[in-house]
């Protein structure tokens, strides 16, 4: 089994900062790609922004400039940086993880946290 955990959501004024950190644990031989992932009551889940094991990454169009993904390998952490929070960045954020079980399987699964609640005021 592979658990992540999120923390560092909260409520911030527009204009504000805040930092999230998902850190995996268990059953894990290597993660591919770790991503950020957000939702708001009655619509769709909304990839934020994603990053390879090899530190590749990739934005939504809606954050590019203001969030910053990163990762520590060696920790099995994902990190997003998020500069001049708005209004619509309010959201539930997850952490999601493609996760190599076995060393002699290339099969992947994967996992999300139980999400933090990021919350921007106006």
């Known amino acids: 089994q592979v658990q992540l955990v999120e923390s560092g959501g909260g409520l911030v004024q527009a204009g504000g900062s805040l930092s999230l950190s998902c850190a995996a644990s268990g059953s894990i031989f290597s993660i591919n790609v770790m991503a950020w992932y957000r939702q708001t009551p009655g619509k769709q889940r909304e990839l934020v922004a994603s990053?390879?094991?090899?530190?590749?990454?990739n934005y939504a169009d809606s954050v590019k400039g203001r969030f910053t993904i990163s990762r520590d390998n060696a920790k099995n952490t994902v990190y997003l940086q998020m500069n001049s929070l708005e209004s619509e960045d309010t959201a539930v954020y997850y952490c999601n993880a493609q996760v190599q079980v076995f060393s002699w399987s290339k099969i992947t699964h994967e996992y999300r946290g139980q999400g933090t609640q990021v919350t921007v005021s106006s």
């Open positions: 990053i390879t094991s090899s530190g590749n990454t």
